[in-house]
């Protein structure tokens, strides 16, 4: 395996008596998305602070790159898109990117192509001041990219974008991650990233309550696979019997079952193929994990 593009160990970052991050670790390896989720409070933004360089940790190590945050061959190696961009109002969005591509010495002759990226070809020679947050989310997107930096730090990067800019987004992280960046990224937006990222790192209360992809996280949590079955009229009782599980109304039915029993459940309704009408397969989602880990730390935390 390559050493990762960013290695966090053992991190702990105290603010007095407050503990904001405890003994926290993981690693992003090129061409990976992870996606860091977490209440507010729970730690995100000081774990992104110290990445950069602009928090000394109490404890702990990182990695970027192979180098210490905040010198410059870090600052080289890392980009960052906060929730909220500004850019000078009265320059243009070409300008933005002429000015950054100059203080990280990247060719100016890719300006257009990162416009075009992020859809804001048509508005390239407008003034930023007249963008909507959108646009300038998208600008701060490609701003980002300047340079094909080794790691991408996103905070709530969708922030301000409609479900198509979204999508297009994503696409955007997609190719960065498959030319070999790494990317973390911070979002409350669970449902939006749960197909989006290739791990998940969950925080609560400073501590990483889990880390690992949407299968592991789910098999880890014990969380059921539940099947939704639609019988036709006046079948329902009789699947029930059979099968348990429980009635939602007069023809319909939902059981749990592990992931590794849905296959033979599937089976024996199978058997039943000329009373039903329908089945859906739900598979437990990034917001049934997360609320999952939640309510363990919660509980930990009362003991």
């Given at each position: 395996?390559?050493?990762?593009?960013?290695?966090?160990?053992?991190?702990?970052?105290?603010?007095?008596?407050?503990?904001?991050?405890?003994?926290?670790?993981?690693?992003?390896?090129?061409?990976?998305?992870?996606?860091?989720?977490?209440?507010?409070?729970?730690?995100?933004?000081?774990?992104?602070?110290?990445?950069?360089?602009?928090?000394?940790?109490?404890?702990?190590?990182?990695?970027?790159?192979?180098?210490?945050?905040?010198?410059?061959?870090?600052?080289?190696?890392?980009?960052?898109?906060?929730?909220?961009?500004?850019?000078?109002?009265?320059?243009?969005?070409?300008?933005?990117?002429?000015?950054?591509?100059?203080?990280?010495?990247?060719?100016?002759?890719?300006?257009?192509?990162?416009?075009?990226?992020?859809?804001?070809?048509?508005?390239?020679?407008?003034?930023?001041?007249?963008?909507?947050?959108?646009?300038?989310?998208?600008?701060?997107?490609?701003?980002?990219?300047?340079?094909?930096?080794?790691?991408?730090?996103?905070?709530?990067?969708?922030?301000?974008?409609?479900?198509?800019?979204?999508?297009?987004?994503?696409?955007?992280?997609?190719?960065?991650?498959?030319?070999?960046?790494?990317?973390?990224?911070?979002?409350?937006?669970?449902?939006e990233i749960q197909s989006r990222t290739d791990r998940v790192a969950i925080l609560s209360g400073g501590s990483l309550r889990a880390v690992g992809t949407m299968e592991?996280?789910?098999?880890?949590?014990?969380?059921?696979?539940?099947?939704?079955?639609?019988?036709?009229?006046?079948?329902?009782?009789?699947?029930?019997?059979?099968?348990?599980?429980?009635?939602l109304n007069g023809c319909r039915l939902e059981i749990d079952c592990t992931p590794e029993a849905k296959l033979a459940l599937l089976a024996r309704l199978g058997t039943?193929?000329?009373?039903?009408?329908?089945?859906?397969?739900?598979?437990?989602?990034?917001?049934?994990?997360?609320?999952?880990?939640?309510?363990?730390?919660?509980?930990?935390?009362?003991?």
């Amino acid at each position: 395996m390559t050493d990762p593009i960013l290695d966090i160990r053992n991190l702990s970052v105290s603010f007095g008596r407050l503990r904001a991050l405890d003994d926290v670790s993981f690693m992003v390896a090129a061409g990976e998305r992870l996606a860091l989720i977490g209440h507010n409070g729970a730690g995100k933004s000081t774990l992104f602070k110290a990445v950069l360089g602009f928090l000394s940790p109490k404890a702990g190590a990182i990695s970027v790159a192979g180098h210490i945050p905040g010198t410059d061959a870090a600052r080289i190696a890392i980009t960052y898109l906060p929730e909220v961009v500004a850019f000078p109002r009265s320059l243009s969005g070409r300008e933005v990117l002429a000015y950054f591509s100059g203080l990280r010495n990247a060719p100016k002759a890719q300006i257009s192509d990162l416009l075009d990226r992020v859809g804001l070809t048509e508005a390239a020679d407008r003034a930023v001041g007249t963008y909507s947050k959108g646009m300038r989310q998208r600008l701060g997107l490609a701003q980002a990219l300047i340079g094909a930096p080794r790691l991408l730090l996103l905070d709530e990067p969708t922030s301000g974008l409609d479900p198509v800019s979204r999508h297009d987004f994503y696409e955007v992280i997609a190719e960065a991650a498959a030319r070999g960046a790494a990317v973390l990224l911070s979002s409350h937006g669970l449902e939006e990233i749960q197909s989006r990222t290739d791990r998940v790192a969950i925080l609560s209360g400073g501590s990483l309550r889990a880390v690992g992809t949407m299968e592991d996280l789910a098999r880890e949590a014990a969380l059921p696979t539940t099947i939704r079955v639609t019988a036709l009229q006046g079948e329902a009782d009789r699947l029930h019997s059979e099968l348990g599980g429980r009635r939602l109304n007069g023809c319909r039915l939902e059981i749990d079952c592990t992931p590794e029993a849905k296959l033979a459940l599937l089976a024996r309704l199978g058997t039943h193929r000329d009373v039903l009408q329908d089945i859906d397969v739900a598979a437990p989602g990034l917001d049934d994990i997360y609320r999952h880990h939640s309510r363990r730390s919660d509980m930990e935390e009362s003991e």
